[in-house]
């Protein structure tokens, strides 16, 4: 069983910095593409951002592109997003999600069959 735990939420103001973080069990971190999507109230869980298992390729949504950055750490089993200049429309809860192994550069919540409790992120103006 997979277990993603979420870290690093909280509540900015626009144009502030905050570093969310996942922690995964299991031994193949490795071997399997992550994301991080989000979530806010009456509306779609959206993605945000994906790694490759090796970490060599991201992708990003255009939305948060030149403003966050996703990054990982195999021997941590981690996975990061840096977000900077944060946006009131930022706000979410934020999901980290193992992807299906040969799913990298997928965008889509169902390429990803595990998932965090998530990371209440929220962005005052």
């Known amino acids: 069983q997979v277990q993603l735990v979420e870290s690093g939420g909280g509540l900015v103001q626009a144009g502030d910095s905050l570093r969310l973080s996942c922690a995964a069990s299991?031994?193949?971190?490795?071997?399997?593409?992550m994301g991080w999507f989000r979530q806010v109230p009456g509306k779609e869980r959206e993605f945000v951002a994906g790694?490759?298992?090796?970490?060599?390729?991201?992708w990003y949504a255009d939305s948060v592109k030149g403003r966050f950055t996703i990054s990982r750490d195999n021997a941590k089993n981690t996975v990061h997003l840096q977000m900077i200049s944060l946006k009131p429309e930022d706000t979410a809860v934020y999901y980290c999600?193992?992807?299906?192994?040969?799913?990298?550069?997928?965008?889509?919540?169902?390429?990803?069959?595990?998932w965090g409790q998530g990371t209440q992120v929220t962005v005052s103006s």
């Open positions: 999600a193992r992807g299906q192994i040969g799913a990298s550069g997928g965008r889509n919540r169902y390429g990803y069959d595990y």
């Open positions: 299991g031994r193949t971190f490795s071997s399997y593409p």
């Open positions: 790694i490759s298992p090796a970490g060599g390729v991201t």
